[in-house]
């Protein structure tokens, strides 16, 4: 099998379990990535929340104000930049975030279950070149014409 399908497949089933594992919490596997995010770098612009979760500006600002709209998020100006914006978790947020910190350590340790830490590294390392990789292939390939799915607005999820 090649590395594509099984990295396509290990993310398939990677967002299955977690969309099953936050369906008590009524959050989306995106939302919990952003939430993880804030957990580990703490309050960001929306920007690199964005580029953090792999996602694009707008997608990232609509999964933002779901969460702002529930009271988990709240922006505020960032006092060391006047016109940006910081995304930060409210009360409710953070006691959200400190419970779900460990499901995501029982993913974590699913995961990586049968791996040494030097496999670990070989396998993170493999992976940040794919991405740089398909990364240069990216900026080197003419943008085409979005796939119908997307002009439609269907949802990833």
């Known amino acids: 099998m090649g590395l594509g399908f099984l990295i ?3 993310r398939r089933r990677l967002k299955q ?4 594992r936050l369906l008590p919490f ?5 939302q919990f990535w952003i939430l993880m995010v804030l957990q ?6 929306l920007h690199a929340l964005a580029q953090e979760v792999w996602m694009d500006d707008p997608t990232a600002s609509r999964v933002v104000k779901l969460l702002c709209d529930r009271g988990i998020l709240r922006s505020e100006s960032d006092p060391a930049h006047g016109r940006r914006i910081l995304i ?3 009360q409710e947020g953070a006691r959200l975030i400190r419970e779900l910190e460990g499901l995501t350590e029982d993913i974590r340790a699913h995961l990586l279950e049968g791996l040494s830490p030097e496999e670990q590294a070989v396998v993170r390392n493999a992976l940040n070149r794919m991405i740089h990789n398909l ?3 990216a900026d080197q390939t003419p943008k085409a014409r979005r796939p119908l799915a997307r002009r439609l607005k269907v949802s990833n999820l």
């Open 135 to 137: 990364e240069q292939l």
């Open 8 to 10: 396509a497949a290990a």
């Open 17 to 20: 379990v977690v969309w099953a």
């Open 88 to 90: 930060r978790p409210t």
């Open 40 to 45: 580990q770098k703490g309050p960001q612009s």
């Open 26 to 30: 009524d959050l989306t596997p995106q």
